[in-house]
């Protein structure tokens, strides 16, 4: 029997049909309004059209109790301990309802269907607005002691450097996620208004653009690096909307993949781009309340 997955972010709202493998059969999305909750029911429902379901899996930004699925999203002040599994039981009674990290789903999804497919152990990492993570490891999802497992974004990569939300310095989402790069260079002088006219700019040779994009890439580089070698991983996947800055982001993330990962199990690291886009949320969350891929159905 299909499943219904449910992605929630701070700018959009998603949900899908998916069946048992992890097609999406039908998927929609609006943009998150001042009452996300009654989107959500009205996007599961319509996606839904009357199917019977097996399960419910669901993404949504952090923080969140895991895996009460009480959720207090960063960048949606509409939920401060929402509890958004409750409110999936109720309204889909009687099935699995599962809630996770969005960066776990993304981590999933990308393994499931996109470009970690087929991989044993990956991390996925997403740098946008933050910079989160997700953690497979031996082909399933790694929780951690509380869900947070795959954080990648508060390793400290500039030790004194720029003040993180967790309250530390230097952490890599404070140097590398998407608002601080252009805040730094709009600081030095540069005209972006977003990551995307940063990226434009730096294309089109712009200077400073060029060096805070070199720093964020060096920084996740570093981080990267640093987690090959702990965890003996050798792919990592990089999503959201910073990763798709091209050269002037991948270059120095690259190059600095190359002078820090030098053991024999790390020199081999891959860091690719994300293949499925806006849908590895949902591909993910469907994934939440399927046997892993490659294994029979349960
Ligand atoms: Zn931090």
Same mark, same amino acid.
């Given at each position: 029997m299909p499943v219904l997955a449910l992605d929630v972010g701070g700018t959009k709202? =998603? =949900?899908a049909l998916a069946d048992d493998d992890g097609t999406l059969l039908r998927s929609a999305r609006v943009p998150t309004g001042a009452d996300p909750w009654s989107d959500c029911a009205a996007l599961l429902e319509h996606v839904r059209d009357g199917a019977a379901v097996d399960a419910v899996g669901a993404g949504c930004g952090g923080p969140m109790a895991w895996p009460a699925g009480v959720v207090w999203p960063l960048n949606m002040p509409q939920w401060r301990g929402f509890d958004l599994r409750a409110a999936l039981r109720d309204l889909v009674p009687?099935?699995?309802?599962?809630?996770?990290?969005? =960066? %776990?789903?993304?981590?999933?999804?990308?393994?499931?269907?996109?470009?970690?497919? $087929?991989? *044993?152990?990956?991390?996925g990492m997403v740098i946008s607005t933050g910079v989160?993570?997700?953690?497979?490891?031996?082909? *399933?999802?790694?929780?951690? &002691?509380?869900?947070?497992?795959?954080?990648?974004?508060?390793? %400290?990569?500039? !030790?004194?450097?720029?003040e993180c939300g967790c309250g530390a310095r230097g952490c890599l989402e404070a140097v590398a996620r998407g608002p601080a790069v252009v805040a730094r260079a709009r600081a030095r002088g540069c005209p972006a208004t977003d990551g995307r006219s940063l990226a434009a700019l730096a294309a089109a040779g712009d200077e400073v653009a060029r060096d805070e994009l070199?720093?964020?890439? &060096?920084? %996740? $580089?570093?981080?990267?690096?640093?987690?090959?070698? /702990?965890?003996?991983?050798?792919? %990592?996947?990089? $999503?959201?909307?910073?990763?798709?800055?091209? !050269?002037?982001?991948?270059?120095? /993330? *690259?190059? =600095?993949?190359?002078?820090?990962? *030098?053991l024999p199990f790390t020199r081999d690291l891959r860091v690719v781009p994300a293949a499925l886009g806006q849908d590895a949320g949902l591909v993910g969350a469907a994934a939440l309340v399927l046997p892993p891929s490659g294994s029979p159905a349960a």
């Amino acid at each position: 029997m299909p499943v219904l997955a449910l992605d929630v972010g701070g700018t959009k709202i =998603a =949900a899908a049909l998916a069946d048992d493998d992890g097609t999406l059969l039908r998927s929609a999305r609006v943009p998150t309004g001042a009452d996300p909750w009654s989107d959500c029911a009205a996007l599961l429902e319509h996606v839904r059209d009357g199917a019977a379901v097996d399960a419910v899996g669901a993404g949504c930004g952090g923080p969140m109790a895991w895996p009460a699925g009480v959720v207090w999203p960063l960048n949606m002040p509409q939920w401060r301990g929402f509890d958004l599994r409750a409110a999936l039981r109720d309204l889909v009674p009687g099935v699995p309802v599962a809630v996770h990290n969005d =960066a %776990v789903c993304f981590a999933l999804g990308e393994h499931r269907a996109g470009a970690g497919r $087929g991989a *044993r152990d990956l991390l996925g990492m997403v740098i946008s607005t933050g910079v989160g993570g997700g953690l497979v490891l031996d082909g *399933r999802v790694r929780d951690g &002691r509380t869900g947070s497992a795959g954080h990648v974004g508060h390793v %400290v990569v500039e !030790p004194g450097g720029p003040e993180c939300g967790c309250g530390a310095r230097g952490c890599l989402e404070a140097v590398a996620r998407g608002p601080a790069v252009v805040a730094r260079a709009r600081a030095r002088g540069c005209p972006a208004t977003d990551g995307r006219s940063l990226a434009a700019l730096a294309a089109a040779g712009d200077e400073v653009a060029r060096d805070e994009l070199a720093r964020a890439g &060096r920084a %996740v $580089g570093t981080a990267l690096a640093g987690v090959a070698a /702990l965890l003996d991983l050798d792919l %990592v996947v990089v $999503g959201g909307g910073l990763s798709q800055a091209g !050269p002037p982001l991948w270059g120095p /993330l *690259r190059e =600095a993949v190359r002078s820090c990962a *030098r053991l024999p199990f790390t020199r081999d690291l891959r860091v690719v781009p994300a293949a499925l886009g806006q849908d590895a949320g949902l591909v993910g969350a469907a994934a939440l309340v399927l046997p892993p891929s490659g294994s029979p159905a349960a």
